[in-house]
């Protein structure tokens, strides 16, 4: 028996699925304001928490010379080796961090976005494309990204007791075999959070604001088709500080390992 013919009501049209990146609609906050380190770690987890069916760009400043380290790093070789500064244990993974003249950006992505959905090494490597672009086009113009490293014999994963910027990843962002931006994920049951670094490329004082204003919006044109500005609000400021005395300030999470 022949099958019977689909009607117009019944006719199915394959869409094409949506690219990853860049984002329809992007969000950007450029924080002027410095701010303490771990009032910045908690202003990233306050804004994924909220994120609902958005994607959110966060450019923001250190109001002190600071050190970033990941979610699972003992906490023992950070204070030895970095002396004297305001240290934090990031949400994300990855090795450790100096903030001091660096550009720090977050990239807050709903668990609705296909880019959220995607393993996590597929995701880096998209987000580092869009953020090598901006860099080509803004401040520098050879980037190239780090190759997979090489297998080895050592199954320990020790990249949580190193500096971030002396041992490049798979797409980590280098200029002449150095590297210039980094990053570490996290996912939730809210979204993706993605924290970077670029640094390498200013000089000792880091960027300026002329440059900094330069590369967020190199940032945004990179990763969004529309971009809308808008600042941190009150109540998330609130809730941000609340979590960082309770959380991202505490000894219990600073000193986990």
């Known amino acids: 028996?022949?099958?019977?013919?689909?009607?117009?009501?019944?006719?199915?049209?394959?869409?094409?699925?949506?690219?990853?990146?860049p984002f329809v609609s992007l969000t950007?906050?450029?924080?002027?304001?410095?701010?303490?380190?771990?009032?910045?770690?908690?202003?990233d987890e306050v804004l994924l928490v909220?994120?609902?069916?958005?994607?959110?760009?966060?450019?923001?400043?250190?109001?002190?010379?600071?050190?970033?380290?990941?979610c699972f790093g003992p906490v023992t070789h950070v204070r030895r080796d970095h002396p004297g500064r305001s240290l934090v244990?990031?949400?994300?993974?990855?090795g450790i961090v100096e903030h001091t003249a660096?550009?720090?950006?977050?990239?807050?992505?709903?668990?609705?976005?296909?880019?959220?959905?995607?393993r996590a090494r597929d995701s880096y490597g998209l987000v580092h494309e869009a953020v090598g672009g901006a860099l080509s086009r803004a401040v520098v113009g050879a980037v190239s990204a780090a190759s997979p490293p090489r297998p080895s014999t050592d199954v320990r994963d020790a990249s949580h007791?190193?500096?971030?910027?002396?041992?490049?990843?798979?797409?980590?962002?280098?200029?002449?075999?150095?590297?210039?931006?980094?990053?570490?994920?996290r996912r939730t049951r809210h979204g993706m959070l993605h924290q970077g670094s670029i640094q390498g490329l200013f000089g000792a004082g880091g960027p300026d604001e002329s440059?900094?204003?330069?590369?967020?919006?190199?940032l945004?044109?990179?990763?969004?088709?529309?971009?809308?500005?808008r600042q941190i609000t009150p109540d998330e400021l609130a809730r941000a500080a609340e979590l960082a005395g309770r959380k991202y300030d505490s000894p219990a999470w600073t000193e986990r390992f």
């Not at 950007?28 to 202003?43: C, E, F, K, Q």
């Not at 550009?103 to 976005?113: A, G, I, M």
């Not at 945004?220 to 500005?229: C, D, F, K, V, Y």
């Open 220 to 229: 945004a044109a990179a990763l969004g088709r529309t971009t809308t500005a």
């Open 211 to 218: 440059m900094r204003r330069t590369l967020s919006h190199a």
């Open 89 to 94: 244990r990031r949400w994300t993974g990855g």
């Open 1 to 21: 028996m022949l099958p019977a013919r689909a009607g117009p009501s019944s006719s199915v049209v394959n869409h094409p699925p949506r690219a990853p990146l």
């Open 102 to 118: 660096d550009f720090t950006f977050s990239l807050l992505v709903s668990r609705r976005q296909p880019l959220a959905a995607i």
């Open 161 to 185: 007791l190193q500096p971030c910027f002396a041992h490049p990843v798979a797409h980590d962002l280098l200029v002449g075999g150095r590297k210039v931006a980094g990053g570490a994920q």
């Open 50 to 70: 909220s994120v609902d069916d958005a994607v959110i760009l966060r450019c923001y400043r250190w109001s002190v010379p600071s050190v970033s380290f990941g």
């Open 28 to 43: 950007v906050i450029d924080d002027h304001t410095p701010r303490p380190a771990g009032l910045n770690m908690a202003l």
